[in-house]
């Protein structure tokens, strides 16, 4: 453990494949944000091991000098958790423990302590503790291990076999009743949203930590939580909004991230019913940084998952303040890489050929803000106008401060 800014943060060992798959450039990309997580959650990372292997070993994930050297440093060094950047099967995650005789933690276990740490709505904390569960119940056997240490296993193999299957049955019927918890707040929220009338629906949507939370108080004048750690807004939040005299609802979701475990996608699909039923999607990138490209191709394959990717969008590019790009000298002959590459340049890019609005700014600053509200009200008025043709004539746009409203947060 080691204590800094009144916290103790427990110390931890990273691992990833270099395969045909995954290249080492693209590994270290998901090493860097596998270290947020694991700073997020609560640890800090010590060092990190990689492998090249044409695909990941069956028995033990990486090959067993790989696992054999881990295990020597994490005991030489005191450190109690080693967890890998993929998801691990049962078989595997059994086979760790008994060769490293530390804490292994995969990817997706990661992400579920972290979204258990974050929830702070019943609601939210039913549908992370559904996704604990289904990760669980097929792993549950690394929970008895202490009985194969009884080589004989007369008298204990029937018991043992009778206590794992009694557990399994409890997880399964609480799995059950958690599901149906979640269709009574669906029905609830189904509810909720069809009271909200015709108003026209906004949804931030994004990768984690590129700024939606900092936008919607920005936007709303609200007090949403933000903080530079990944999943800091896990309960939706809805406000409503007012720009010129055209009035909108504004919903704050869960951000999204690559590799994303199964389980979140189906225990959270509820809280994606806020994007299903926006009428108007504003995906905002962190343009500062370096993988912002593959956070965009991630969101998007998500929002095709839950079939919205089909609606009206705007791409709101976030965090141009933090932005940063080194200038090759004349005499550099290096192939030119991602950090060499300035705003402008990136504006005139595949940018300005999309097919959505688009727009650059920063909410900590508020740069560029009145052409981002701007885009945001022509798109909300063109919707407004089909859906109520008769009386378009009573919005005009002014740029003035975003009016307050009913800033009440929907409860979940």
Known sequence: MIEKDNHQYETAVLVGLITQKQSEEKLTEYLDELEFLAYTAGATVDKRFTQKLTQPDSKTFIGSGKAQEIRDYVHEHGIGTVIFDDELSPSQLKNLEREMDVKILDRTNLILDIFAQRAQTSYARTQVELAQYEYLLPRLTRMWTHLERQQGGIGMRGPGETEIETDRRIIRDRISLLKDKLKTIDKQMATQRNNRGKMVRVALVGYTNVGKSTLMNALAKSEVFAEDKLFATLDTTVRKVVIGNLPFL????????????????E???STLDEVREADLLVHVVDISHES???????VNQILMEIESHQKPMIMVFNKIDAF???????????????KNVSLEEWKRTWMS??????????????????EMKKMIYDEVLKIHTARFPYNDFLFEYHDDEVEEEDNTETPL
Not at 250 to 265: A, E, H, M, S
């Open 250 to 265: 504004l919903t704050d979701t869960v951000g999204f991230i690559r590799k994303l475990p199964t389980q979140l996608v």
């Open 267 to 269: 225990s959270f699909k």
């Open 292 to 298: 912002f490209e593959d956070h965009i191709n991630s």
């Open 324 to 338: 940063a790009y080194e200038q090759k000298a004349e005499d550099d002959l290096t192939p030119e890489t991602r």
């Open 353 to 370: 050929k999309s097919k959505y609005p688009t727009v650059f700014i920063s909410a900590l600053t508020k740069q560029n803000f009145p």
